[in-house]
C-alpha cells in the first residue's frame, strides 16, 4: 500500500491543479517525457507501473502546473516592480552548474555547443 | 460534402414543394454560404453569427434568433441575434425549462404557436410573454447520435410559424449543425496544434541543458533531470526557463573562447 502512495499522491495533485489527463500529458512531454497519455492514464489510475525517471518527469509536470494555478491567485504588492529580480539567482545557479566542469573523466570532451557567426 | 443547391447565379430557387409563404430570402444562396464556410477558415462565433442571421431572415416576422450550444461546459447561448433573443434563452437556463431545452433533450423540433395559452412550460412561457416574446420555433442541432444544441427563433407574434418555417429551420439545423461541429472540431485541432508546437520547443530546450550537463558533471539524463529540477525549484522557475538560462549560459561561454 505504501508503494503505491506516489501514485496517489500525483493523481490528487491532477485533481487539485484541475488538470486532464490531456493536459497533464502535454505538460509532461513538454519537460520530455517518453510515455504516452494511455501510459499516464493507466498509471494514475493504479493499472500500470511507470519508471522511477518518468515518474520523476511527471512529478515535476504536476508541480509546476499547482505553481501556476497558485500563482494566477497571488497579488501583486504596487511598491515591487515586475522586473529581472529573479534573473539574477537563476543566472548565478546555471553560472555554478556549468563551472562544475566536467566530471572526473580521463579524456577531455569537446564542448557541449558549437558556435557559428 | 453534398452541395445543397446547384441554381445559377442570381436565379431564383424553385422549391420543391408548395410553400404556404415564399421564402423571404434565397434559401440555396443561404446554404452556400454555409457549407462554404465551412472550408473556409473562420472562427467559431462568426460561424454562429452568421447561422443566427440566416434563421431570422429565412422565417418570415422573426424577432430575434439564437442557437443554444449544450457542452461539457454547460449550457449557454451563442450569437444572438438581438437582446430578446439573449434573455428569452437565459430565462430557459435559469428556470431548467423552455423550448430548446426540450428540442436539444427529445431530439425532436418544438414549436409553440401562443406563449399566453400553451400548458407544456408555464413558468418559461410566462416569463417570456411578458418580454413580448409569443411564439417559437427550435430546432435541435444533432451530429450523428449526438445532440449539441439547439437553434431558435422567436417572434412578438402568436401563431407565426407555420409548416413551411419548421421545414425551413430542419434545413437550417442540419447545416447548422454540421458547421458547428467541423468549426468546433478545427479549433480544437488548432489549439492541440499549437499547445504541442509549445511543448515541443520546451522539450528541445530541455533535451539541449541535458546534453551540456552530461557533458560537464551528470551521469545520466535522469542525473540531469533532477539537477535542472532542483535548479528550478532553488530559483522558483519552471524547468523550462532555468534549461534555457542553461543552454544560454553555455553557448554566451564558449562564444567567449
Avoid at chain 1, 509532461?28 to 499516464?40: I, K, S
Avoid at chain 2, 524547468?239 to 562564444?255: C, G, I, Q, T
Wanted: hydrophobic residues 45%.
Amino acid at each position: 500500500m505504501t508503494s503505491d502512495e506516489p501514485r496517489r499522491r500525483m493523481d490528487a495533485a491532477r485533481v487539485r491543479a484541475e488538470l486532464t489527463v490531456q493536459d497533464l500529458w502535454l505538460r509532461y512531454v513538454a519537460l520530455g517525457g517518453t510515455g504516452d497519455a494511455f501510459d499516464l492514464d493507466g498509471y494514475l489510475q493504479g493499472l500500470v507501473p511507470l519508471e522511477t525517471f518518468q515518474q520523476d518527469i511527471l512529478a515535476q509536470a504536476l508541480n509546476e502546473a499547482l505553481e501556476d494555478s497558485y500563482r494566477a491567485y497571488r497579488v501583486p504588492l504596487s511598491s515591487l516592480p515586475p522586473g529581472d529580480a529573479v534573473d539574477e539567482p537563476l543566472r548565478r545557479f546555471v553560472d555554478d552548474l556549468l563551472d562544475r566542469g566536467p566530471p572526473a573523466s580521463p579524456e577531455q570532451s569537446e564542448p557541449p555547443a558549437h558556435h557559428s557567426e | 460534402m453534398t452541395d445543397p443547391a446547384q441554381h445559377a447565379d442570381g436565379a431564383a430557387p424553385q422549391p420543391f414543394e408548395d410553400p404556404v409563404l415564399s421564402p423571404p430570402v434565397d434559401l440555396g444562396a443561404a446554404l452556400n454560404q454555409m457549407a462554404g464556410l465551412v472550408l473556409s477558415r473562420e472562427t467559431v462565433d462568426t460561424a454562429l453569427a452568421l447561422v443566427t442571421t440566416l434563421a431570422a431572415a429565412t422565417t418570415a416576422g422573426t424577432l430575434g434568433a439564437a442557437v443554444t450550444v449544450v457542452d461539457e461546459h454547460g449550457k449557454r447561448s451563442r450569437a444572438a441575434s438581438n437582446a430578446a433573443a439573449e434573455q428569452a434563452d437565459a430565462l430557459q437556463y435559469e428556470l431548467d425549462e423552455g423550448p430548446c431545452l426540450t428540442a436539444w433533450r427529445t431530439r425532436q423540433l418544438v414549436r409553440i404557436d401562443d406563449t399566453t395559452t400553451d400548458g407544456r412550460w408555464p413558468r418559461w412561457n410566462a416569463a417570456v410573454s411578458a418580454l413580448g416574446v409569443r411564439s417559437v420555433l427550435s430546432a435541435p442541432l444533432l451530429v450523428g447520435e449526438e445532440s449539441i444544441g439547439a437553434m431558435k427563433v422567436y417572434c412578438e407574434r402568436p401563431m407565426n410559424y407555420g409548416p413551411h418555417d419548421e421545414h425551413v429551420m430542419r434545413l437550417l439545423a442540419g447545416q447548422a449543425a454540421i458547421l458547428l461541429a467541423n468549426t468546433q472540431s478545427l479549433a480544437e485541432a488548432r489549439r492541440l496544434s499549437r499547445q504541442l508546437t509549445e511543448a515541443l520547443a520546451s522539450r528541445d530546450a530541455i533535451a539541449r541543458a541535458t546534453g551540456v550537463l552530461i557533458a560537464t558533471s551528470a551521469t545520466g539524463e535522469q542525473e540531469a533531470f533532477a539537477t535542472l529540477a532542483a535548479a528550478a525549484r532553488r530559483t522558483g522557475r519552471p524547468v523550462h526557463d532555468v534549461a534555457s538560462a542553461l543552454v544560454a549560459a553555455a553557448v554566451a561561454r564558449n562564444a567567449r573562447g
